[in-house]
Nanobody
Framework: QLQLVESGGGLVQPGGSLRLSCAAS????????IGWFRQAPGKGREGVSCISRGAGSTNYADSVKGRFTISRDNAKNTVYLQMNSLKPEDTAVYYCGVVDAFITAVQPICIMNSKIGNSWGQGTQVTVSS
């Protein structure tokens, strides 16, 4: 049974921080490129960040560059999204999923908006409000 479970969301004031977790079960997360996505009310789902398998190169949406950091803890089989300097426009349900990657001669490069499959988990709610 392969599964990814998101957690760590909550209510935070603008300028605050949260760390989201994407925990894998049934497979080794290190072998896959993982992306974070979010969907705000009335908006489409958008890619936020991704981390590649192997060397772990990362990509970020322009809207979160300099504020969010994606990382991986192989020992815990978990991918994290550290979110700092949160803004009200970051309010959304956040999801994680396996994403595709360019296979280069050096390392895989994750493709942020390339989630494999069309099913989504429950996600975790992030609300940024004063």
């Amino acid at each position: 049974q392969l599964q990814l479970v998101e957690s760590g969301g909550g209510l935070v004031q603008p300028g605050g921080s949260l760390r989201l977790s994407c925990a894998a079960s049934g497979f080794t997360l290190d072998n896959y490129s993982i992306g974070w996505f979010r969907q705000a009310p009335g908006k489409g789902r958008e890619g936020v960040s991704c981390i590649s398998r192997g060397a772990g190169s990362t990509n970020y949406a322009d809207s979160v560059k300099g504020r969010f950091t994606i990382s991986r803890d192989n020992a815990k089989n978990t991918v994290y999204l550290q979110m700092n300097s949160l803004k009200p426009e970051d309010t959304a349900v956040y999801y994680c999923g396996v994403v595709d990657a360019f296979i280069t001669a050096v390392q895989p490069i994750c493709i942020m908006n390339s989630k494999i499959g069309n099913s989504w988990g429950q996600g975790t709610q992030v609300t940024v409000s004063s």
